[in-house]
């Protein structure tokens, strides 16, 4: 164990001993719980939630308006906290790389997938001296689990082939190769040139227990024929099905899997999922009028991602435990758009998707839960400005809250004045992200970690 690591398990020791002193009766069971996530130790079941573009701001913004100010959500009931820096690395000759402080997804799941930095647009693959030009493939976390015999799965909001799902099941120089019709940029990683081929290709091909997301387009007919190998020629769902897998594309087929049926593919809609929620795009100056959001956007073949967790954990529960990534991706694209009620919306589904973890885990006490978020983004609550001479430079909504108030969420990370109903997309930021965790060996995430620590928390180091 790292010093820092000890000196906060040995504080938060300190501190429940002293509080067991003085405790009512009422407060053992959740002293208990807190002595329970103090211990080492690896768990039997580890889910790993990622929020993408989830920084501090974003919760923030959707607890206000969802609960209110006063309001709690199923975050706040992971009681270790902690900060964690993202920072990737910039393209060199090596070994040793330059910081790049502001990173993508491919470099930042890339970190807790491996345990290693990389650069930007890199799957799962060392840096090297430029983009186009591949490193070396890591080892990944679905893959040490795997090997321990644990079931393994990936869910997504996103297409599965994206960034954050693809580092746990592919290694490749760039993200955009996701589908045998996408491997232009990836020459040398094709299967006709002895590579792992596409992300698509790689997924299918490692085997995983349970796959649910969007992206139909990369595995079908659309995404292209796979070139080389044992399929040669064939689309990414038809060797799917060769290798085993049963594939759904509604709720009610999903609904329907028993544990029996594993493997699954389960690609509910052509591109990535549909929000949760609309509503306007932010706009300059004053911003959007006081409005509400829309609730009722996605449709009903497309499954929510709590439903989405849910029947992963079923899928997957069983003696020798197992590993699950829930990403929440759309944060993260509604952020870059300026759309605060995608946002929020993406958000409290992420929300209640933890919230049926830890009623798993209540049950199974022995599962580790770590919720954080991949990198930050720009949404920013600011006071409004009755006199238009304050207004925030960039892009403004204005929200009524459950408190009914107006909450004014401003987006400033991209520059020019741009198209009024068409802000230009919204960059990342550079900030620590939180991290949340509960169960054995949540308290490794107390104090400021990498996202590179992950790596060896996950697996109980």
């Known amino acids: 164990m790292r010093k820092g690591h000890l000196a906060a398990v040995s504080a938060a020791a300190l501190l429940l001993g002293l ?4 405790a009512h009766a009422a407060d053992k069971d959740a002293l208990d719980a ?5 211990k080492a130790g690896p768990a039997k079941n580890v889910i790993l939630f990622i929020g993408d573009g989830m920084g501090v701001s974003e919760v923030t913004v959707a607890r206000y308006y969802q609960y209110g100010a006063k309001g709690r959500m199923n975050f706040d009931k992971l009681k270790f906290t902690g900060f964690q820096t993202t920072w990737s690395l910039k393209p060199g000759e090596g070994p040793t790389y330059v910081p790049d402080y502001a990173p993508d997804s491919a470099a930042t799941g890339t970190m807790w997938a491996t345990g290693r930095k990389t650069i930007d647009e890199r799957i799962s693959q060392g840096p090297s001296t430029a983009e186009n030009v591949p490193g070396k493939n890591f080892r990944t976390i679905l893959e040490v689990f795997q090997a321990q015999g644990k079931r393994v799965g990936n869910v997504s909001t996103a297409e599965i082939t994206d960034a954050t799902p693809a580092v746990l099941n592919s290694k490749m120089s760039l993200r955009g190769c996701q589908a045998p019709k996408d491997m232009a940029a990836c020459p040398t990683e094709t299967k006709a040139k002895n590579g792992l081929g596409s992300i698509a290709e790689q997924t299918v091909d490692h085997l995983v227990d349970v796959v649910l997301g969007g992206g139909r387009g990369r595995f079908d007919a659309t995404g292209g024929q796979i ?9 990414v769902i038809q060797s799917a099905r060769r290798q085993g897998y049963k594939i759904v594309n509604t709720s009610t087929q999903l609904a329907a899997l028993t544990p029996a049926d594993r493997p699954v593919l389960g690609l509910f809609a052509t591109g990535n999922m549909t929000t949760e929620w609309t509503g306007p795009q932010a706009v300059p100056g004053d911003g959007v009028k006081a409005h509400e959001c829309t609730k009722s956007n996605r449709p009903s073949n497309e499954p929510s991602l709590p439903a989405m967790t849910e029947k992963a954990i079923e899928l997957l529960n069983n003696k020798n435990g197992f590993f699950l990534q829930v990403e929440g991706a759309s944060i993260d694209k509604q952020d870059h758009a300026a759309n605060a009620c995608g946002q929020i919306g993406e958000t409290v589904a992420f929300d209640r998707a933890i919230g049926v973890a830890l009623k798993f885990q209540e049950e ?20 409004e400005d009755s006199t238009g001479t304050g207004n925030p430079t960039g892009y403004s909504d204005n929200l009524i809250t459950k408190d009914g108030q107006t909450m004014r969420v401003t987006y400033g990370t991209a520059g020019g004045p741009g ?5 230009p997309s919204q960059q990342h930021t550079g900030a620590v992200v939180p991290i949340w965790a509960k169960g054995p ?10 996202h590179t620590d992950l790596f060896k928390i996950m697996q109980g180091k």
């Open 34 to 38: 807190l002595r329970a996530d103090l």
């Open 419 to 423: 198209p009024v109903a068409t802000p």
């Open 19 to 22: 509080g067991l002193q003085t």
């Open 441 to 450: 060996g949540a308290a490794k995430i107390l104090g400021t970690t990498d």
């Open 227 to 235: 070139a080389g190998g044992v399929d040669n020629g064939k689309t």
């Open 364 to 383: 199974n006490p022995n599962t580790l839960i770590i919720v954080t978020a991949d990198h930050s983004h720009t949404s920013q609550i600011v006071a």
